[in-house]
């Protein structure tokens, strides 16, 4: 796609592909407008966003009977989680990672870096080892 701008005096070209023609016009262009913020001829968009429909749910009571709250304490208690308090202005962010993230031991079966060569899929291959899949779920799944 060639576009004609007037304010630089020449063309832009964008060449994309898609898997259909849809997809190949929507990434060609948004080339085009890439090029066009790049190039100074449309400035970054300044505007309000909508809000995604989750964003605005309303918070809702739910009734939880005293005696899965007397187990949940216990779980949490057992397992040592902190739990947040309520923010004291309910528009204010809480983050929920409290104290130090947990550390995983590494895994005996370490490897060396490689390269895991592209194949097309196929019944009962696994390309991560390159070898058959003999046993389990994954032995007789269909592509």
Same mark, same amino acid.
């Given at each position: ?68 709250? #007397?187990?949940? =304490? %216990? !779980? @949490?208690?057992?397992?040592?989680? +902190?739990?947040?308090?309520? *923010?004291?202005?309910? /528009? ?17 079966? #370490?490897?060396? =870096? %490689? !390269? @895991?060569?592209?194949?097309?899929? +196929?019944?009962?291959?696994? *390309?991560?080892?390159? /070898? ?12």
């Amino acid at each position: 796609m060639q576009l004609f701008v007037r304010q630089l005096g020449r063309k832009i070209t964008a060449r994309e592909h898609g898997s259909n023609k849809k997809l190949a016009a929507q990434s060609c262009a948004l080339s085009l407008v890439r090029q066009l913020y790049h190039l100074g001829v449309l400035e970054a968009y300044s505007g309000v966003t909508k809000k995604k429909e989750g964003e605005t749910l309303e918070p809702f009571d739910v009734s939880v009977s005293a005696d899965l709250q #007397q187990q949940l =304490a %216990g !779980v @949490v208690q057992d397992l040592g989680v +902190q739990i947040a308090p309520p *923010p004291a202005d309910p /528009s204010c962010k809480v983050s929920l990672v409290q104290g130090k993230m947990a550390t995983f031991e590494p895994s005996q079966r #370490q490897s060396g =870096a %490689g !390269v @895991v060569p592209w194949s097309p899929p +196929q019944v009962n291959w696994n *390309p991560w080892t390159s /070898s058959n899949i003999d046993e389990g779920p994954l032995a007789f799944v269909s592509l």
